[in-house]
Every structure is written in C-alpha cells, then in structure tokens.
C-alpha cells in the first residue's frame, strides 16, 4: 500500500522556523518528484515548493528565499525548511509525489493526508 508519512507540523511564533519531512513508501514506480502544497481555509490548494530527482526545484513565489526544499532519492524522503515564517504561510502543508510512466504516457501522483503549520503571536 502506498503511503506518504508527513511530520513536522507545528505552531509557532512569525519568524520562527519549522522542517516539515515526508516519507513515502509503498510505490512501486521511480518517484519523478516530491513536494508540497499548502490549503488554507478558503483558499485554493497552492504548489509551496517541489523537486525531481535530478536535483531541480520551484518554489512559489512567497517562499522564494525563505523555503527550501531537500531530497535523498535512496530513501524517497523529502524535507522542506521553512525559516522567517509568516502568519500567511498557515495553512495545512500535503505532502506530494508523482510518477510518470513515459511508455504509456502515464502521470500518478499520490497526496499525504496533510499537517498542520500555524503561524501566530
């Protein structure tokens, strides 16, 4: 069974730090990239910050420079270092993992079931 195991999650102070870690496990295929996305109340589902296995990353223009996103392939683990968080950065963080399957043309992608970061005095 395929399952993506998200920690990390916490409530802290604006400017505090947080390092979220995912885990998957379970999937059978080469795993393309790792990421997160973020879901805050109201507010459409948002990519924070992804990376493929040869190393590339993006990030959402709001974390540009404060994020940063890790990766050890021989473990399929990702990490996201979250410094000088912001109240607006609160929001459930998912963890997410695609798949492409070239000769069938086939993209999968598998979700955490999310945790919580809250920002807040």
């Known amino acids: 069974q395929v399952q993506l195991e998200e920690s990390g999650g916490d409530s802290v102070q604006p400017g505090g730090s947080l390092r979220l870690s995912c885990a998957a496990s379970?999937?059978?295929?080469?795993?393309?990239?790792m990421g997160w996305y973020r879901q805050a109340p109201g507010k459409p589902r948002e990519l924070v910050a992804d990376?493929?296995?040869?190393?590339?990353?993006n990030y959402a223009d709001s974390v540009k420079g404060r994020f940063t996103i890790s990766r050890d392939n021989a473990k399929n683990t990702v990490d996201l270092q979250m410094n000088s968080l912001r109240s607006e950065d609160t929001a459930v963080y998912l963890c997410n993992v695609v798949v492409i399957e070239p000769s069938i043309f086939g993209r999968y992608q598998y979700w955490g079931q999310g945790t919580q970061v809250t920002v807040s005095s």
């Open positions: 379970g999937i059978r295929r080469s795993i393309y990239s």
């Open positions: 990376i493929t296995s040869a190393g590339s990353t």
